[in-house]
């Protein structure tokens, strides 16, 4: 698989995410602590602000017409007190775009605010904002959705390698999926050099890598320790943050994850730039990835993915057996 087989648009993600890396990677050199804390606790950086304002500014000039859903909202850049993150964010930006003026910065985020119909890409200019912070594990996550179905995905890996091992010592990778055709990978550097992904083949659940997120708040610690015993797994689950887990399951560096949305903060449930971009490559790998009830992922209605109980990602063998121990776990 090469760039001059891949249809317009995916080409067009490609060269989007290896080029929002470039920048994220500028702005955490020279601006690497959170500027501001949104309304549900989590920081945000120059980063955010920057990558979403540069991938506002593409898409505007290469599918106008088209709509985007994505995370951040300049509201937060625009009172007197972060007037200084606003400077920041438009210093990232001059530095790769020539002069720019804050108030096309701000619309540029501001694409962002589309709603979830039709057709739309979906972007988290960083997945894993603590993990990027502490020098861990953070994604540049992008996805085309029509009519409620992910037909393309790029994920952006900078600590990862192109064989999606884990740990951080990676030089980079860029993960693609299309719908229907595969999924693949690339050292993040250039030129593009595109291997299929598959994942792993494993089907007993005792041999099985679960991987879990670092953040204590992003997990019931409780009820992933009564998985791991019940499932009778031997190998100690490996922490990592961000939609990376997704392409260590296509790899089959991994089997399986999961993540307990928790009803009663509705500030944890996930949105569609936590999940669409993940869920295509898993499953153009072989695997699967369903709601806690085995149903299918849709992104047609909200920002927030309607989901009963969690979402559950596997290598597809593993699926039911996931899913079977899950309603088991209280």
């Known amino acids: ?16 995410v290896r080029q929002m890396v470039r920048l994220v990677r500028k702005a955490q050199r020279e ?39 994505a995370e951040e909202k300049s509201d937060a850049l625009q009172s007197p007190e972060a007037r ?3 400077d920041k964010v438009v210093a990232v930006l001059k530095s790769v775009l020539g002069e720019v003026d804050p108030k096309d910065v701000c619309a540029w985020i501001d694409r962002g605010r589309s709603p979830a119909r039709g057709r739309f890409w979906t972007l988290d200019p960083i997945d894993g904002t603590q993990g990027f912070l502490r020098g861990d594990q953070y994604v540049v996550a992008l996805a085309l959705i029509v009519n409620g179905q992910v037909e393309i995905s790029v994920l952006g890996c900078p600590l990862l390698n192109a064989q999606g091992e884990t740990g951080k010592g990676g030089d980079g990778a860029l993960v693609l999926a299309v719908r229907g055709q595969g999924a693949w990978s690339s050292p993040l550097k250039e030129p593009l050099d595109l291997s299929p992904l598959h994942v792993s083949m494993c089907r007993a659940m005792r041999d099985a890598t679960v991987l879990r997120s670092v953040q204590s708040n992003h997990i019931r610690l409780d009820k992933s320790n009564l998985f791991l015993s019940l499932a009778g797994a031997q190998k100690p689950p490996v922490p990592m943050d961000s939609l990376a887990k997704y392409f260590v399951v296509a790899s089959g560096r991994g089997e399986l994850f999961f993540y307990d949305a928790p009803a009663n903060r509705p500030a944890l449930r996930m949105k569609i730039w936590d999940v669409a971009p993940g869920v295509l490559i898993v499953e153009e790998a072989g695997g699967r990835a369903s709601d806690f009830a085995g149903r299918k992922i849709r992104f047609d209605s909200e920002d927030v993915v309607e989901m009963t109980g969690g979402l559950v990602v596997t290598n597809g063998l593993l699926h039911e057996n996931a899913l079977d121990i899950l309603r088991r776990v209280k």
């Open 1 to 16: 698989m090469d760039m001059m087989t891949l249809s317009t648009e995916a080409q067009f993600a490609l060269n989007a």
């Open 31 to 69: 601006f690497l602590l959170p500027e501001l804390t949104k309304g549900d606790k989590s920081p945000v950086t120059v980063a955010d602000f920057a990558g979403q304002a540069f991938f506002g500014k593409l898409l505007s000039a290469t599918y106008p017409e088209d709509a985007l859903v």
């Open 84 to 86: 200084p993150t606003l």
